[in-house]
Every structure is written in C-alpha cells, then in structure tokens.
C-alpha cells in the first residue's frame, strides 16, 4: 500500500457528479482481505486525530470496509489479484471517497440495490451474508458508479458523526 501524507480538510465534492476527492493522490492497496484492513487502518490514521469523538469514524468505516470488500469478493473473483486505487478527502464534516480497480464490472453497469437479504426462518439461522449494499446504501450519500477503459470507479460521500 502507498501511504500518502494526510489529507486536510477540503471543499463540498465538485458539481456535476463528481466528487472533490477525484484529483488526490491514490492510496493503492492490494485487492486481498490483508489489503483492505490496511486501508481502513490508514483511514483511521489520517482522519481521526481531525473528529471531534472516538466513533466519528465507525460508519464511514463500515461502509468503506463493505465497499472494499466487495471489489474484492466480487470484481477480482474470476481474476484471482488486482489492485485497488482508493482517494480520501475530508470535506467538511463529510468523508469523500472515490474506489477505482480494474476487476470486472457490476451486474448490468448498475449499482446493486439494498434490498435484505430474506430473514427465513432456518435451524441456521439469519443469513450470514447480503448485508453490504443495504448498509452502503443506508449510510452513504451522492453514490455514483461509472465504468471506462475497463475501470470501475465508484464515488460515495459519508456524513461523519457528531460526537
């Protein structure tokens, strides 16, 4: 993982869809579960000695580590490895957030919806699985997802917490 100096805080993401975070210097993580949680350590690292209490960050990091986790459980499924570009910027009291990977792309171009998973009633239990893009989508903001040049790129804003 590239480890970058960190970001101060910066404007409201820019009009037109994108988002102010777009032109920061990339923090390039390997695709694999260890390359996630150092991305969400580095997110910690550099955001929280700004927030003004210890849980600022628990919901940006759910839905970041949901984010993640899916590029790679799902977009380098089929590829085995890859790599993830992932910018931050603080934007007031908002975390801006732009993920870009090469892996394959979303069912139909589109984002997933979030939708639960069915909750039947099993000698299992509840499902283990299907909670993602239900937790992304109750926690993140001005979510877009584009493909180019085989590049997914998804763009998200998540409010921080008042402490």
Same mark, same amino acid.
């Given at each position: 993982?590239?480890?970058?100096?960190?970001?101060?805080?910066?404007?409201?993401?820019?009009?037109?869809?994108?988002? /102010?975070?777009?032109?920061? #210097?990339?923090?390039?993580?390997?695709?694999?579960?260890?390359?996630?949680?150092? /991305?969400?350590? =580095?997110?910690?690292?550099?955001?929280?000695?700004?927030s003004p209490g210890p849980d600022t960050l628990g919901m940006a990091e759910t839905v970041l580590a949901e984010v993640l986790n899916n590029v790679v459980e799902h977009a380098y499924r089929r590829l085995?490895?890859?790599?993830? =570009?992932?910018?931050? #910027?603080?934007?007031?009291?908002?975390?801006?957030? !732009?993920?870009?990977?090469?892996?394959?792309?979303?069912?139909?171009?589109?984002?997933?919806?979030?939708?639960?998973?069915?909750?039947? !009633?099993?000698?299992d239990g509840p499902p283990e699985g299907g909670f993602g893009w239900f937790l992304i989508r109750a926690m993140a903001r001005e979510l877009s997802y584009t493909r180019e040049n085989g590049q997914n790129r998804l763009c998200f804003v998540v409010p921080l917490a008042e402490a």
């Open positions: 993982m590239t480890l970058l100096d960190p970001l101060r805080d910066g404007p409201d993401p820019a009009p037109g869809g994108g988002h /102010a975070c777009a032109g920061t #210097e990339p923090i390039t993580l390997a695709a694999t579960p260890l390359g996630v949680r150092e /991305a969400l350590a =580095e997110m910690r690292r550099r955001f929280a000695p700004s085995g490895e890859g790599v993830i =570009e992932l910018r931050m #910027e603080r934007c007031g009291n908002r975390l801006c957030v !732009d993920v870009r990977d090469h892996g394959d792309p979303m069912p139909d171009g589109i984002l997933p919806g979030g939708a639960l998973p069915p909750l039947d !009633d099993t000698e």
